[in-house]
């Protein structure tokens, strides 16, 4: 046991869960997305595209490149900040949103791993308010403590000056 420790330790460390591109995988999923949508929509067949999804996908595969968030970027559908610019993130949302169930049924497992990935967005988005809240917390506790010490400061010190005499 103890050498087995050894040898990991020499070992180089796995790089960290956060530095996953998500790029990839994001990209897959919002084209399978778009060819169940423009099927069921537009008379397309197989993993063909009408003119309209293929320039909205083209957008959208052009923005994620460019995505400020980078490879750990969010999934699209949740991101705070969407970048595709108005219409094409409207146009976008609706895709994805109107597809879910049709994707559900197409592509099962990257359907769940997605919708498991949006309620890691959630989650994080749910921590990172409860952090600031947390934060505010404690700045006031921080404001409190120190009217506290104002006001008791100059005992205190009468405190400490009686102790030394
Ligand atoms: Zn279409």
């Given at each position: 046991?103890?050498l ?6 020499l070992l180089?460390k796995?790089?960290p869960?956060e530095q996953v ?11 399978k997305?778009?060819?169940?949508y ?9 993993d063909?595209?009408c003119?309209?999804?293929?320039a ?9 490149s460019?995505?400020?968030y980078?490879?750990?970027?969010p999934?699209?559908d949740?991101?705070e900040?969407?970048c595709?610019?108005?219409v094409?993130t409207?146009d976008f949302?609706?895709?994805m949103r ?6 559900l049924?197409s ?11 949006s309620l890691?967005v959630?989650?994080a988005?749910?921590?990172r308010?409860k ?12 404001v409190?403590?120190k009217i506290a010490?104002?006001t ?12 030394k005499k």
């Amino acid at each position: 046991m103890g050498l087995l420790d050894k040898i990991k330790s020499l070992l180089p460390k796995r790089k960290p869960p956060e530095q996953v591109n998500n790029v990839p995988k994001e990209k897959e999923n919002i084209r399978k997305t778009f060819e169940v949508y423009c099927r069921a929509n537009h008379n397309t067949e197989g993993d063909k595209l009408c003119p309209k999804c293929t320039a909205l996908l083209t957008t959208v595969f052009m923005k994620i490149s460019r995505c400020p968030y980078g490879i750990t970027k969010p999934i699209c559908d949740r991101c705070e900040t969407p970048c595709f610019g108005e219409v094409p993130t409207r146009d976008f949302l609706e895709v994805m949103r109107s597809s879910q169930r049709k994707m559900l049924l197409s592509h099962p497992i990257m359907t769940v791993k997605h919708k498991l990935q949006s309620l890691g967005v959630d989650y994080a988005k749910q921590e990172r308010d409860k952090k600031s809240t947390d934060k505010q917390k404690e700045a006031e506790a921080k404001v409190k403590a120190k009217i506290a010490n104002a006001t008791k400061s100059p005992k205190s010190k009468s405190k400490k000056k009686k102790k030394k005499k």
